[in-house]
């Protein structure tokens, strides 16, 4: 059995920092691409970013500059630095990861982790 676990998420003022983590557990064969979404009150999930095992990364547009994606392979966690914080970053913040164990390849998503950036 596979679980995605995130934490780290929090209240924090704007221009404030958060560091998220998402960690993978169980019968795990193999890793592919992670990802961070993130769903805001109201509105649709989001891709945020996403690493691949080989360490390339992508980015919404609206957080390039401000937030880095990375991962540890050892481990099996990804981690989402987030830097200069804004209230439009306020969401549940979900990690998505693509796992193969010996019986399947699936897309595994984690319970979330809420960020708010509040003064």
């Known amino acids: 059995q596979v679980q995605l676990v995130e934490s780290g998420g929090g209240l924090v003022q704007p221009g404030g920092s958060l560091r998220l983590s998402c960690a993978a557990s169980g019968s795990i064969f193999n890793i592919g691409v992670m990802g961070w979404y993130r769903q805001a009150p109201g509105k649709e999930r989001d891709l945020v970013a996403t690493?691949?095992?080989?360490?390339?990364?992508t980015y919404a547009d609206s957080v390039k500059g401000r937030f880095t994606i990375s991962r540890d392979n050892v481990k099996n966690t990804a981690y989402l630095q987030m830097n200069s914080l804004k209230p439009e970053d306020t969401a549940v913040y979900y990690c998505?990861?693509?796992?193969?164990?010996?019986?399947?390849?699936?897309?595994?998503w984690g319970k979330g982790t809420l960020v708010t950036v509040s003064s």
């Open positions: 998505n990861a693509n796992i193969a164990t010996n019986l399947h390849d699936y897309y595994y």
């Open positions: 690493i691949t095992s080989g360490g390339t990364t």
